[in-house]
């Protein structure tokens, strides 16, 4: 698991995509987030609300992918990474 800020980095970008499931039983609505850090690391989590009166369950962040800031710069890497994911209907946060 893990952390979304660590001791040296910030967190330069951040998307959030939150979505309702009709036809599933047992979730009500689902949510996923992407983060970058300013080491070109990027982080993915994901939580559920249940149906049922036990609430939320959050997976907590989980290191997705490491970007190539070297080869391109950390600017390139998050608007390229922003038009992915904007088209797949996620809204920018940070």
Do not use: C
């Not at 996923?32 to 939580?47: C, F, I, K, M, P």
């Not at 608007?79 to 994911?85: A, N």
């Amino acid at each position: 698991m893990a952390k979304l800020t660590t001791k040296g980095t910030t967190i330069l970008a951040r998307w959030r995509k939150e979505w309702d499931t009709p036809d599933d039983d047992l979730v009500s609505a689902r949510v996923r987030e992407y983060a970058v850090r300013s080491n070109g690391v990027v982080l993915r989590r994901y939580a559920v609300w249940f149906r049922s009166d036990t609430g939320s369950h959050d997976y907590g962040w989980k290191v997705y992918a490491r970007g190539h800031v070297g080869y391109t710069g950390v600017d390139d890497y998050i608007q390229r990474l922003g038009e992915r994911l904007e088209a797949l209907h996620y809204t920018r946060e940070v």
